[in-house]
Every structure is written in C-alpha cells, then in structure tokens.
C-alpha cells in the first residue's frame, strides 16, 4: 500500500475563515511533507516533518501552521488566508532507501480562497 | 543557472511512438532521482526512481542516470493516449541536518490517438 490520503478534495474558503487540511498514511514512513502547487508550477516544499518533529520551514507564513499530533498524520491549520494562497495543497511523505529518499504524494486538496 | 533544466514543451507525439523526456541539473550532490507523471489537477504520481547510473526499466517506462553528464531521461515505449500528462523530473540529497529535493518544471507531453 503506497496511498497517502487527504481531505477535504476541494476547500473554499474566506479571508477570515478557519479551517484545516488533513493528510493520513500508514505505510511507516517518518517523514512527512507539506507542498503548495500554483497552475502550470511545480510543487514548492512548505515544510518537512521528521520522526513528528518539524524540521523544516521553508519561511512560510505563520497564517499557514503545521501540526503533526503522531506518525501517521498531518495537518495544516489555515488562518486568515489571502486570495494568492489558492493553489493545490499537495501532503507527502517519504521512506529512506539506498540512501535516498522516495516521496509519495497524495492527491491534494484544491484551495480557495475568495 | 538553476539547478534543475527541463523542457516544459508542450511535446505532442502520435500514439504508438518512443517518447524521450529530459532533465540537467548542475548539482553534483544530487543522489536520487525520480521521475512523477501529474494528470491535470492531480498530485504527482511516483513513476520510477533511481540512484546510480544506468538504466532502470519498468514495463514501457525507462529511466536513464548519467551522473557524468548530469543528465536523466525518461522514455516511454508505445506510447499511449492515457500517457498524455505532465512528467516531472525530481531530484534529492541529504546529509546531516539538511534535506534538497528539487523538482523540474514538468514537461506536458500530449499522445495524439
């Protein structure tokens, strides 16, 4: 089983809503990623949890925080967000082989934000 | 000069043909290699991933590494409609405290029935 899941499929939402997104896997993987993809971009690394620690932050905004409450779950609590953070949420997570790294994306969440 | 090059095409081929996708990257530290295929508004797909160089094939995709040249290609044999999607090239290294990986722009590939 390589599937990571995650809902909710599509999110609208306004500037001074909150909500969250949610990303599950179980196949034992101990990192777990968060990615913002705009149209036509690739995926940009948001942030990297190791072994439900955060270890990366790659300067995002604190209206976007992470949580990661056991191995087998991540969340991303959005709060007052603006209309140029829609975009595809996409969560992965990745197990070490051969000395690298394999990541598995889920299918994401499509956000908007009006 | 970025660290990973890809062709975002568009590429269109007719079905049944060999289809070559390419990435440069100018990061010698890079180890691992992947490739994604993304249907549109879709997340990523794992296609194939390698860390030597070489050829590694599963059924009608191959990857090729040459880390000489800091060169990897994708190809796909009798190539199908539902192969029409964008492939990303993906590339990591780690080592104590830190974590790369970084993805190619995509190239949108079209297989024309």
């Known amino acids: 089983d390589t599937e990571v899941t995650q809902t909710p499929k599509h999110l609208v939402m306004g500037m001074t809503n909150k909500k969250s997104l949610k990303c599950e896997q179980h196949?034992?993987?101990?990192?777990m990623y968060w990615y913002k993809q705009k149209a036509k971009k690739p995926p940009e690394l948001m942030f990297v949890?190791?072994?439900?620690?955060?270890?990366i932050n790659e300067s995002v905004p604190s209206r976007f925080s992470p949580e990661c409450p056991n191995s087998s779950l991540l969340n991303l609590h959005l709060h007052a967000l603006q209309p140029e953070d829609s975009a595809l949420y996409l969560c992965?997570?990745?197990?070490?082989?051969?000395?690298?790294?394999?990541?598995?994306f889920g299918p994401g969440t499509r956000l908007l934000v009006l | 000069q970025k660290e990973v090059e890809q062709d975002p095409g568009p590429l269109s081929v007719p079905e049944g043909a060999i289809v070559s996708l390419n990435c440069t990257y100018s990061?010698?530290?890079?180890?691992?290699f992947m490739w994604y295929r993304q249907y549109s508004r879709k997340g990523p797909e794992l296609l194939m991933y390698?860390?030597?160089?070489g050829n590694k094939e599963d059924g009608r995709f191959t990857a090729q590494v040459d880390k000489s040249s800091k060169y990897i290609s994708l190809f796909i044999r009798d190539s199908q409609p539902s192969d029409s999607a964008t492939y990303l090239c993906?590339?990591?290294?780690?080592?104590?405290?830190?974590?790369?990986?970084?993805f190619g722009k995509g190239t949108k590939l079209s297989v024309i029935p």
């Open positions: 990061n010698s530290a890079f180890q691992y």
């Open positions: 390698t860390y030597s160089s």
């Open positions: 993906a590339m990591t290294h780690s080592g104590a405290g830190s974590y790369q990986l970084t």
């Open positions: 949890y190791s072994y439900e620690k955060l270890s």
């Open positions: 992965a997570s990745s197990q070490v082989s051969n000395g690298g790294e394999t990541q598995y």
């Open positions: 196949m034992g993987h101990r990192a």
